[in-house]
């Protein structure tokens, strides 16, 4: 993965789509000292059956803000896109574009936008829309022409900078992020505090979740040559 950047832009669909593997690789680049944001599309209400949407969504933004904060993220923004039903299209592009031309990042971060996991297991709507709609806003963002309505607010400029889209889950990787194993746990904890989320997913205490889930997802990574622990993205190049 590139190393010579200073701010990037997580951009996802649902609270805890980052915690799934990719907040260890975001812990690391905080503890960098680099400038990560999170943007959600939408507040996740409707991913707890066992819950109202409202409640959800109070909820889930709640663990969220606590799980960024685990891994050094102070600013997580939310667009208010419907969950379960995000539409790709000119409003998505749209509202990730204006995040990108405030934030001004050099990366923008997402997630797998192909139609499976691993080549097996089919992908939600959400995360395809969200992943290609991620994609288009990066060229979108630095056309002058395109959204000028945006220009008119304090601070917004077109922004050409983003330099590549990073997806993380991709079956295709392309690239290797080395993380420690703080990383990795900063990562369990900071999935452990999706608590109401997982709790509905699954039996087990969140922490144990946590931890298990990671270390699937560092097994089906393939290790660096002095051992250490990676996560894979597929990148995205200007």
């Given amino acids: ?8 832009l997580a951009v996802v669909a649902h609270p805890d789509d ?3 593997g990719a907040a260890a690789a975001v812990a690391h680049w905080t503890d ?3 400038d990560v944001a999170y943007l959600l599309v939408t507040r996740g209400e409707a991913g707890i059956d066992t819950m109202d949407p409202a409640e959800a969504a109070r909820v889930r933004v709640d663990e969220q803000r606590a799980s960024a904060a685990v891994v050094g993220v102070e600013t ?3 667009l208010d896109h419907r969950d379960g039903v995000i539409e790709e299209g000119v409003a998505l592009r749209r509202d990730i574009a204006g995040a990108i031309r405030r934030h001004r990042p050099e990366l923008l971060l997402t997630l797998n936008a192909s139609d499976t996991w691993d080549g097996v297991h089919w992908n939600s709507a959400d995360h395809r829309a969200t992943g290609r709609a991620t994609l288009d806003a990066a060229m979108d963002a630095g056309n002058r022409w395109i959204f000028t309505e ?3 607010q304090e601070g917004v400029r077109p922004w050409d900078g983003v330099r590549w889209v990073a997806t993380a889950g991709d079956p295709a990787t392309t690239h290797l992020q080395e993380i420690t194993d703080h990383d990795v746990e900063r990562a369990g904890v900071s999935l452990a505090e999706h608590r109401a989320y997982l709790s509905a997913l699954s039996d087990r205490e969140p922490l144990v979740y946590a931890r298990e889930f990671m270390a699937e997802v ?3 990574t393939a290790a660096l040559g002095d051992g250490g622990k990676a996560l894979g993205f597929r990148l995205y190049e200007r």
């Fill in 18 to 20: 980052l915690e799934y």
């Fill in 218 to 220: 560092l097994a089906g």
């Fill in 150 to 152: 945006q220009l008119t």
């Fill in 32 to 34: 960098e000292g680099k």
């Fill in 76 to 78: 997580v923004e939310f």
């Fill in 1 to 8: 993965m590139p190393t010579d950047w200073q701010r990037a």
